[in-house]
């Protein structure tokens, strides 16, 4: 059987199959290899990833993200001081919905993190334990409120337990 080209039908398929298979493959890859590298793993990567991940989660009112990044029973265990920043008196949550409520929509800490710019530092990380600097400066008085969440991994992720401000 012979074509318009002059070559046999099964010659047309050779050729045709090394042009369109090879780049095709490339492309496949590539798209693959995007996929793995953009794919939202909540939790995953470096301590400082899960910090970025949470400042997202709370601009979009993700509770359930926001939820995944938090170790809400160690934050709710803590009483000895409020991580909302300029406030004299710790507020004491009484459940984590309380938590999701003040980092999310219009609640206290959501509104005083969002209104000053957040300046990300170094990461420290011991074993299974991580700190990450976060400075949130105040742009009408120029205060840096200087924080370290503290993280740790719980089933192979980092989570926040600790939102410590050490000076402002």
């Given amino acids: 059987m012979e ?12 050729r045709l199959r ?13 798209f ?15 301590p400082k990833d ?3 991940q949470l400042f997202g989660a709370m601009e979009r009112d ?9 170790d809400l029973p160690a934050l709710m265990s803590n009483t000895d001081e409020d ?21 999310t929509g219009v609640g206290l800490t ?12 170094r990461t420290e990380i011991k074993g299974d334990t991580a700190f990450v600097e976060v400075s949130f400066i105040d742009k009408k008085t ?8 503290g993280l740790h991994k719980v089933n192979d992720r980092w989570v926040i337990y600790s939102f410590k401000t050490i000076g402002g």
């Fill in 3 to 14: 074509r318009v080209t002059g070559l046999p039908l099964p010659e047309v398929f050779n």
């Fill in 18 to 30: 090394k042009k369109v298979f090879w780049p095709g493959f490339g492309f496949l890859y590539i």
């Fill in 32 to 46: 693959i290899a995007l996929a793995i590298a953009c794919s939202g793993d909540i939790g995953g990567g470096s």
């Fill in 50 to 52: 899960t910090v970025i």
């Fill in 62 to 70: 993700d509770r359930a993200a926001v939820s995944h990044l938090l």
């Fill in 83 to 103: 991580y909302a920043l300029q406030r004299k008196e710790p507020r004491v949550f009484h459940n984590p919905e309380d938590i999701l409520d003040d980092l």
């Fill in 110 to 121: 959501k509104t005083r993190w969002f209104s000053m710019q957040r300046v990300m530092g």
């Fill in 142 to 149: 120029n205060v840096q409120y200087y924080n370290k969440f």
